[in-house]
C-alpha cells in the first residue's frame, strides 16, 4: 500500500514536502506518480519520477516550483513544493505507476493509489 502525509494549511508562497511511504511492494521497480484533484474538478497527473530516480516528469503548471524525488531505501517518495499558489489546492495523491514516468505518464494506468493528504493554500 501507498500512505500519503506532509499535507496541510499553507499561506500562499509558502512550501510543504509530501511524502509517500510504501508498503507491500517492490518499491525500487515501480514509477512514482503525483496527482491532484482540486474541488470539483478532475484528477490530475502532476509529477513523476522514475523507478531509479533518474528522470522527472512535471506537468508546466508546477514546473519550477515543484521537486519530486525518490528513496529506494526508504520505500519513499517525495514531492517538495514550493511557491505554492491558491489554485495548487486540492487532494494529493501518490501512485505506483503501470507505465512509464513520461509525459502523460497517467494514460498508462495505476497499479496502486494512496489514499491521498489534503493541501489547502489560503490567507
Known amino acids: 500500500k501507498l500512505v500519503e502525509s506532509g499535507g496541510g494549511l499553507v499561506q500562499p508562497g509558502g512550501s510543504l514536502r509530501l511524502s509517500c511511504l510504501t508498503d507491500?511492494?517492490?518499491?525500487?521497480?515501480?514509477?512514482i506518480g503525483w496527482f491532484r484533484q482540486a474541488p470539483g474538478q478532475e484528477r490530475e497527473g502532476i509529477s513523476c519520477v522514475s523507478a531509479t530516480g533518474g528522470s522527472t516528469e512535471y506537468v508546466d503548471s508546477v514546473r519550477g516550483r515543484f521537486s519530486v524525488s525518490k528513496d529506494n531505501f526508504r520505500n519513499t517518495a517525495y514531492l517538495q513544493m514550493n511557491g505554492l499558489l491558491p489554485e495548487d489546492t486540492g487532494a494529493y495523491y501518490c501512485a505506483a505507476l503501470r507505465g512509464p514516468c513520461s509525459k502523460n505518464f497517467a494514460r498508462y494506468g495505476i497499479d496502486y493509489w494512496g489514499q491521498g493528504t489534503q493541501v489547502t493554500v489560503s490567507s
Open positions: 507491500g511492494i517492490t518499491f525500487s521497480q515501480y514509477h
